[in-house]
C-alpha cells in the first residue's frame, strides 16, 4: 500500500538562472521506502533540482513540500533537519582520518568525541546494509566505492528520512555499481525515501522502484511502481529512452536543422583511428572522409574529451592513428598540428586561452616563435596586430583592440577567436568540442554555420557534443560513447535519433535486437 | 604558489603607453611614503627621533660620494639574483633555491679565478670564471628543476633544501681542500686586487653593476619582447594552455629554473671576481630572503627591479651606518621592507575591489 502523503514532493518547482530556465514547472512526490530514479543528460536540470532539496538554493516559483507542508528550505542544515541528506558526486571526507573520525566532525566542539559509541553505531548499520567496512579503517585505504559507502551512511545519519545521491555510480566498478544498488534496497527496505540521480538508463530501471525523466529542465513523463509490475522490461525501456531521447516531447532545441542541409563528403579518408586505448576508453575505431562530418554523442564524462585529447596529443593513448596516410602516434602536440590538425577545445578560459594575455598573442599561442610574427626569437609587433586584425575582422571577433585581454571578451568572441587560431594555416582535420556549450543563440548559430562552411571546404571534422540535437543537426554519420567504448555507429537518417539515443542509454541500437537478446537470455 | 596570484604580474598591467599616472600614485607612491610614516613610528618607540634617521641614512648612503658608491656596488648581486628570480617567478617556478646557487657560483668563481689569471690574459680569466660560476648554479638548481619537471614535485621545498646542503658543503670544501694555506680564516685564495674586475672610470665602482645593469635589461626584454620569454610567461599565468598549444612539456620547465639558476651562480661569481676576491667558509648572506621581496615589489619588472634594488641598497648602507651611530639595529631595513610590502599589498588590494563595483 502507498502511504497518502509522500514525505518529499515538489510542487510546480520552477528555478531561473540568468538566461535558462534550468527546473521548469517540475512536480514530483518521493514516498517513503520507495527508490526513485531521476534520469537525465546533462543540463536537464538534476543538479538544480538536488540543490534545492539539499537547502542551497530556493525554488523562484512553485513549492516543495514535506509531509504535506509547504518549506522553506532556507540552508543545508535546515534540509538536515527536516530529514534530508544528500550524497555529492565527489567525495567529501577527510582522507588522513579514519572512517569513525569522519563521522565524529560534526560533534559540538566542547563535547569529548564519543568514538567507541560512533564506532558500534557504524558496524551495526554497516551489518544491516551490507556494508563491509571496518569504522577503525583509513579513508585514504579505502575504495571509492567503498568511501561512498560511508558518505551515505553519514548522510542517513544526519537526514534520516530522505537520502538524494547525485549520480552515486558515475565512480563506481560495475561492481561497485551492484553493491550499492543492493545497499539502496536494504535502505528503502527500511523505509528510506531513496533519490538516485543518474544517467544510466539500466540502472535506473535495475535498482528503481519508480521512474522519472528530467529532458531540458522540464519532466518528460515517469513509470509508476504500478506500470513498473506490469510491464515487460523491453517495454519499459523503450519507454523511458522515448522521453529520454524521442521526438514524444516537442522539441525544445528550435536550431536543429534538418539534416537535409549537409554537404557531400568526400572519398578520401582523412582520419582512420583503430584499436585506439587511453585512460579513459577502450578499443576506438572510426574514421573520418574529407569533408565529412563525424559526430561523437554520449553523455558528458563516457570519454569523449580523453579520446579526442589523446588525438591531438595531449595525453598518451596506444593504438593506430593515421592523418591522410601519415601515422601520428609518437607525434607531439606542435607536429600534429604542423600536420593540419586542428583541437578546437571545450575548456576555452582553461587551457584554450591565456585570460590576461591580449587577443592577439592568444591568436598565435599554437604559432608562437614562427615566422613573420617572430623573426630570430624576438617578437615583430606590427605583423603581430596586423595578423590579429585580420581574422578578428575575418571571424567577427568583437573586441575594443588586438591588445584586449582577451578574458575581457564574452564566451560567445572566445569562442570565435579559438575558430580563428584554429582554422589558420593549412588544416586537414578539424576536432570539435562542445563548440557550442555555453554560448547564446547568436553565436552558436555562428558556430554551427562555421563547422558546415569549413566542411564544405574540404576538412574533415570530428565534432563531439553532449547535445544530440547538434549532433544530427550537423553530422554525417554518428558515433556513440558509452563508458570509454564506441558503442556503435550509427548514419544520419530520420531514425538516427532513436536509435543513437538507445545507444547512449546502453541498449542495443533497434528495439528488435533487445526483444531478440532478452529473449535468448 | 598561489600567493604571487595577488601581486599582478606586468603583464596583466596596460601597455605602458596607456598607463595613466593617477594610479601609479596610488598604488606605489601612497604605499611607500605610509611604510616611511610607520617605520618612523618604530622608530619614535625605540626612542629614535625617525627623521634624523632617515636623513642620516640618505646621508650615508646616498649624498656621500663614498656611500653612493658602495651602495651602488651593494646593488650589483641584488640586481642579477633579481633577474634570476623574474625569470622564474614570471613563469609560475619559485626557484627559492638561489641562495644555494649563488654561494656555489661563488665558491667556484673563488676555486678557479686565482688559478685562471694565472695561466691566461684577464679577460678570457674572469670571463671564464664568472660563467664557471653560473654553470655551478645551472647544476645546482638541476636537481629541483628535474624533479619539478619530471615528477612534479615542489620546486620550492627542494630548492630550500638545497640551499641547505649549499651551506654545509661550500664550508667543508673551503675548509678541505680549497683552503688558502697562508690564511688564518679557512677561506680560498684571495684574487689580487689588480686581477679583479676593473673599476668604471673615475669610480671605485667596478663594472660587475654595468653587467649586472645589462642582465636584468636583457632578462627584461627576453620576457618582454622574445617567443621565449612568452613562452615563459604563457607557462606561469596558464600551465594548461602552454601544454595545449604544445610547448608546456618538462623541457620549458627545467629550461626556466635552470636560466634562473645560471643567473644565480653568476649573481656569485661576479660578486666574487668583482668585489670580495676570496670566498669566506662562514659567508652567506641570504641574499635571496631580500631579494624576493624586492621582486614582488617590482611586479616582476625588471625596470622597477632596478629602482627597488637602488632604493633597497641606500637602506642598507645607510642603515648600516645608522647602525653603530644611533644604535638602530640594522635589520630595521627589513622592517622598512615590510611595511612597504604591506601597504603595496593594501593598496592593491583596494585597487581591485574598486575596479570590480
Known sequence: MKPAVPIVALDQVTKRFPGVVANDRISLAFQAGEVHALLGENGAGKSTLISMLAGIQRPDEGAILIDGQAVALSS?????????????????????????????????????????????????????????????????????????????????????RVLVLDEPTSMLSPQGVEELGAMMRRMAAQGVSIIFITHHLTEALAFGDRVSVLRGGRCAGGIGTAEFGALPRPALMERVVGMMFGTAVANTNALAAPSLALPRAGDATMLE????????????????????????????????????????????????????????????????????LRYVTDDRGGEGTVATLPVSLNLLLKDLGRAPF????????????????????????????????????????????????????????????????????????????????????GLATVLVSTDLSEVLALSHRVGVMLRGRMVGIVGNGPDARDRVGRLMAGLPESAAEDAAGEAAA | MSEAAGITPV??????????????????????????????????????DPLAYYAYVLERGLLRLRGLQATLVHMIPLLILGAALIVSFRSGLWNLGIDGQYMLGMLTAGALAPHLVQAMPLAPALGLSALAGGVAGTLWALPPAWLRARHGTNEVISGLMMSLIATSLVAALVKLWLRDPASLEPQTLTLAVGDRL?????????????????????????????????????????????????FGGPVLAMSVLCLSGFLGGLAGSVELIGALGKMQASWNPAYGFAVVPLVFLSRFNGLALILLAFAFSVLEIGGASAATRLDVPQDFTLVLVGFV?????LAEYLAQRRAET
Do not use: C
Open chain 2, 198 to 246: 676593473p673599476m668604471i672610470p673615475g669610480t671605485d665602482v667596478n663594472v660587475g653593476l654595468v653587467l649586472a645593469l645589462l642582465v636584468v635589461l636583457g632578462v627584461h626584454a627576453m620576457m618582454t619582447r622574445t617567443a621565449a620569454g612568452l613562452r615563459f610567461r604563457v607557462l606561469g599565468l596558464n600551465p594548461a594552455a602552454a601544454r595545449h598549444a604544445g
Open chain 1, 76 to 160: 543545508p542544515g535546515h534540509a538536515l533537519r527536516l530529514g534530508i541528506g544528500t550524497v555529492y558526486q565527489h567525495r567529501m571526507l577527510v582522507p588522513t582520518l579514519t572512517v569513525a573520525e569522519n563521522l565524529l566532525l560534526g560533534t559540538p566542539w566542547w563535547q569529548r568525541p564519543r568514538r567507541a559509541a560512533v564506532a558500534e553505531r557504524f558496524r551495526r548499520d554497516a551489518r544491516a546494509f551490507g556494508i563491509d567496512v571496518p569504522p577503525e579503517a583509513r579513508v585514504d585505504g579505502l575504495s571509492l566505492g567503498e568511501q561512498q559507502q560511508v558518505e551515505i551512511i553519514r548522510a542517513l545519519w544526519r537526514g534520516g
Open chain 1, 273 to 340: 583511428v583503430s584499436d585506439l586505448s587511453g585512460q579513459a576508453f577502450r578499443d576506438i575505431r572510426f574514421d573520418v572522409r574529407a569533408g565529412e562530418i563525424f559526430g561523437i554523442a554520449g553523455v558528458d564524462g563516457n570519454g569523449q574529451t580523453p579520446l579526442v585529447q589523446a588525438l591531438a596529443g595531449q595525453i598518451p593513448s596506444r593504438g593506430r592513428v593515421m592523418l591522410g596516410g601519415q601515422d601520428l602516434q609518437g607525434r607531439s602536440i606542435r607536429q600534429r598540428h604542423g600536420m593540419g
Open chain 2, 341 to 345: 610590502l604591506i601597504f603595496l599589498a
Open chain 1, 374 to 457: 617572430w623573426k630570430q626569437g624576438f617578437a615583430e609587433r606590427r605583423a603581430i596586430q596586423a595578423h590579429a586584425s585580420a581574422r578578428m575582422r575575418e571571424f567577427d571577433v568583437r573586441a575594443p583592440s588586438t591588445e584586449t585581454p582577451i578574458g575581457k571578451l564574452s564566451g560567445g568572441n572566445i569562442q570565435k577567436a579559438l575558430l580563428a587560431r584554429e582554422l589558420a594555416g593549412s588544416p586537414r582535420l578539424i576536432i570539435y568540442n562542445k563548440p557550442t556549450h555555453g554560448l547564446d543563440l547568436r553565436n552558436i548559430e555562428a558556430t554551427r554555420a562555421r563547422i558546415r562552411e569549413t566542411a564544405q571546404a
Open chain 2, 11 to 48: 603583464s596583466r598591467l596596460p601597455p605602458r603607453s596607456r598607463v595613466p599616472v593617477p594610479p601609479f600614485v596610488g598604488t606605489t607612491l601612497v604605499p611607500i611614503v605610509l611604510a616611511l610614516v610607520a617605520g618612523g613610528l618604530v622608530l619614535a618607540a625605540i626612542g629614535t
